[in-house]
């Protein structure tokens, strides 16, 4: 079972969930400081940032070892275009 704790940062509390030894941080906490009402549009707006995509995909060169660089490649190129989405998925 995971464990939370809880770290306010400029007074937004933000969740920190631990799951063995991998910390999760709430991007939904992190988004309410800068628009309570509106978490999902400031998440879903970070996606489409191609500097959020080049981060995630180092992320994943480093830490996942099915990783597939080449279909990563049309994420990347799509990325920050008016026609580019990416949702976050668990699994």
Same mark, same amino acid.
């Given at each position: 079972?995971? @464990? #939370?704790? @809880? *770290?306010?940062? @400029? ?5 920190? &969930?631990? !799951?063995? +030894?991998? /910390?999760?941080? #709430? =991007?939904?906490? *992190?988004?309410?400081?800068? /628009? #309570?009402? !509106? ?7 970070? =996606?489409?940032?191609?500097? +959020?995509?080049? &981060? =995630?995909?180092?992320?994943?060169? =480093? %830490?996942?070892? /099915?990783? @597939?660089?080449?279909? $990563? ?7 920050? *275009?008016? %026609? $580019?989405? &990416? +949702?976050? #998925?668990?699994?």
């Amino acid at each position: 079972m995971a @464990k #939370s704790k @809880k *770290l306010e940062v @400029k007074g937004t509390e933000i969740t920190i &969930l631990q !799951h063995e +030894t991998d /910390d999760y941080i #709430s =991007l939904t906490d *992190l988004a309410r400081y800068k /628009d #309570s009402e !509106h978490t999902d549009d400031i998440i879903r707006n970070w =996606l489409r940032n191609r500097n +959020t995509i080049e &981060l =995630l995909g180092f992320s994943e060169i =480093l %830490n996942n070892p /099915d990783f @597939k660089p080449v279909e $990563f490649d049309g994420f990347r190129k799509q990325a920050g *275009l008016n %026609n $580019f989405v &990416l +949702t976050p #998925s668990g699994g």
